[in-house]
Every structure is written in C-alpha cells, then in structure tokens.
C-alpha cells in the first residue's frame, strides 16, 4: 500500500504563491494517476488538478492559468505549484492516488482514487 504526505502548505497574502509537495511511499509505480484536491468545512472535496502516467493533465476551471501541477516519479514526488492565490482558495489541500478510476469517474472525480494524504492547509488572506 502507498502512503503520502503532503507539505508546503502555510499562509500567505493574496497574490502570494506556495509550492505543495507530495511525497510518496511504499508499494509505489509511475503508472498511477495522481491528483490534488481541495476542501473546506461545508463544502464536498473538490478536484484542483490531475496527472496521469502519460503527464496527460486536467485543471479545474477556477485554477486553471495559475495553478501547474507536475510530478517526478524519479523522486515519487507530485508538486502542485500555486500563483496568484486568492481567498478562494483557501483550503486544505490532499495529495491522491488512483488507478483505472480515473477512466471511469473522470480524472477529478474523488471515487477515481483510493489513496489519500493527510492534507497541507492553505490559508490566503485579503
């Protein structure tokens, strides 16, 4: 089974920009699709952005020219780079991991993965 944990998270001014980091271990492969979500108290889980094993990505719409998300499998690491942050997106951030879900639920579908982190928070200010 894989563990993940995320880091990078803090809080900053809106405008402001963070690195995430998701590091991954044990029985881990590059053939996974991983993906960043995001929630808030009151609010479902929410897909922020995908990768998959042929660096195919998806964004949500309301990240989308701001957010950019990689991953080294070298290093087993996912890097969700963050720019421009808004209020909005304040949230705590959870680093996944799925298989054929992601063909069957969509890439930023939360049934699409069965692994999950603990989460990093994201706090921006006004």
């Known amino acids: 089974q894989v563990q993940l944990q995320e880091s990078g998270g803090g809080s900053v001014q809106s405008g402001g920009s963070l690195r995430l980091s998701c590091v991954a271990s044990?029985?881990?492969?590059?053939?996974?699709?991983m993906a960043w979500f995001r929630q808030t108290p009151g609010k479902e889980r929410a897909g922020v952005a995908s990768?998959?094993?042929?660096?195919?990505?998806n964004y949500a719409h309301s990240v989308k020219g701001r957010f950019t998300v990689a991953r080294d499998n070298a290093r087993k690491t996912l890097y969700l780079q963050m720019n421009g942050l808004k209020p909005e997106d304040t949230a705590m951030y959870l680093c996944?991991?799925?298989?054929?879900?992601?063909?069957?639920?969509?890439?930023?579908?939360?049934?699409?993965?069965?692994?999950w982190g603990q989460g990093t928070q994201v706090t921006v200010s006004s």
């Open positions: 996944a991991q799925g298989g054929q879900g992601a063909s069957i639920y969509g890439p930023l579908s939360e049934f699409a993965y069965t692994n």
């Open positions: 990768i998959d094993s042929d660096n195919r990505i």
């Open positions: 044990g029985n881990t492969s590059s053939s996974y699709c």
